[in-house]
């Protein structure tokens, strides 16, 4: 099925530990984001992606960074992870136009402990 | 900070009835958008609304916006207890670095009984 495909779905760290979330989508999109949503908000960008090779910071970016791999992939990356970043991180593709909305992942759920 | 503010927070209803959810913005848009979240699960895009029209329609589900007011409501008809969920309303910035990236207000979250 086409979509976007987030992984992995669930994660804890330990406080200082790094990792990568990891984003693909494959209906040629040349727009990807990262959101992150937590309990009782709205979903606030982290980055994002215009196209292939670009990327800027979006609302709330500090300890966060990414890399657009190509113009399927788009991953988000945890240098020193902190408990404030315990959250539900969301990727979501576009299409240049704005025509059709925005397509989601169906969520990573990070703890950081 | 977040661009739209819905209202009400919380709404229940009875299986049938109708719900209507606000959503206010506070600069100029492209375009609004409607999505649902299901509990646990990613949004679902239901329905965009472009700057210069005023109601738009899909199924059961009637968009409104107000650009002089910077308001938009989403109207859900004959609802049905599927139908619960959170709904968020989002704005696309109508140019400069707001351009194409979409800012979400703090949902709405819907319980439809049966």
């Known amino acids: 099925n086409a979509g976007v495909t987030q992984t992995p779905k669930f994660q804890v760290l330990k406080t200082g530990q790094s990792m990568t979330l990891q984003c693909a989508q494959d209906m040629n999109h040349n727009s990807m984001y990262w959101y992150r949503q937590d309990p009782g908000m709205g979903l606030r960008l982290i980055y994002y992606?215009?196209?292939?090779?670009?990327?800027d910071k979006g609302e709330v970016p500090n300890g966060y960074n990414v890399s657009r791999l190509n113009k399927r992939e788009f991953s988000l990356r945890l240098e020193s992870a902190a408990p404030s970043q315990t959250s539900v991180y969301f990727c979501?593709?576009?299409?240049?136009?704005?025509?059709?909305?925005?397509?989601f992942g169906s969520g990573t759920r990070l703890t950081v402990v | 900070s977040q661009q739209g503010e819905e209202d009400p927070q919380a709404l229940s209803i009875q299986e049938g009835e109708n719900a209507t959810m606000n959503c206010s913005y506070k600069?100029?848009?492209?375009?609004l958008q409607w999505y649902r979240q299901n509990s646990g699960r990613g949004l679902v895009h239901l329905i965009l609304i472009r700057s210069n029209e005023r109601e738009k329609h899909s199924g059961r589900l009637r968009v409104t916006l107000d650009t002089s007011k910077k308001s938009s409501s989403l109207l859900i008809t004959a609802s049905r207890a599927a139908d619960t969920a959170s709904y968020f309303c989002?704005?696309?910035?109508?140019?400069?670095?707001?351009?194409?990236?979409?800012?979400f207000g703090q949902g709405t979250i819907l319980t439809v009984h049966p």
């Open positions: 992606s215009a196209s292939e090779g670009t990327t």
């Open positions: 979501a593709s576009s299409d240049v136009g704005q025509h059709y909305g925005y397509t």
């Open positions: 989002a704005t696309v910035g109508a140019g400069g670095t707001s351009y194409g990236k979409l800012t």
């Open positions: 600069t100029s848009i492209n375009n």
